[in-house]
């Protein structure tokens, strides 16, 4: 089994910073892509940032410039950093990995069960 377990959401001030986490673990023997997506109410889910194995990434317009994402492969573990947050980032934040188990399987994709990010003053 794969658990993504996040850490880091909470509440925070239009303008503040915040760094939610992400760590893999269980039956890994690779990660491709490592990212985060977000659901605010009413909404679908949608990307937020990811990054590859290589270090190349993808983020969303909407957060370009104030998001950083970034990956620690031996720890299995991605972050995102927020700063200059606001009230229309509020979502919930969701861990996503694709996964290798062994050398003869494929990627399969998994989902942390998600983190609650509120920007309001």
């Known amino acids: 089994q794969v658990q993504l377990v996040e850490s880091g959401g909470g509440l925070v001030q239009p303008g503040g910073s915040l760094r939610v986490s992400c760590e893999a673990s269980g039956s890994i023997f690779s990660i491709n892509v490592m990212g985060w997506y977000r659901q605010a109410p009413g909404n679908q889910r949608e990307l937020v940032a990811r990054i590859w194995s290589g270090g190349s990434t993808d983020v969303a317009d909407s957060v370009k410039g104030r998001f950083t994402i970034s990956r620690d492969n031996a720890k299995n573990t991605v972050y995102l950093q927020m700063n200059s947050l606001k009230p229309e980032d509020t979502a919930v934040y969701y861990c996503?990995?694709?996964?290798?188990?062994?050398?003869?399987?494929?990627?399969?994709?998994?989902w942390g069960q998600g983190t609650q990010v509120v920007v309001s003053s």
């Open positions: 996503y990995a694709a996964v290798q188990k062994s050398m003869l399987s494929l990627h399969s994709p998994y």
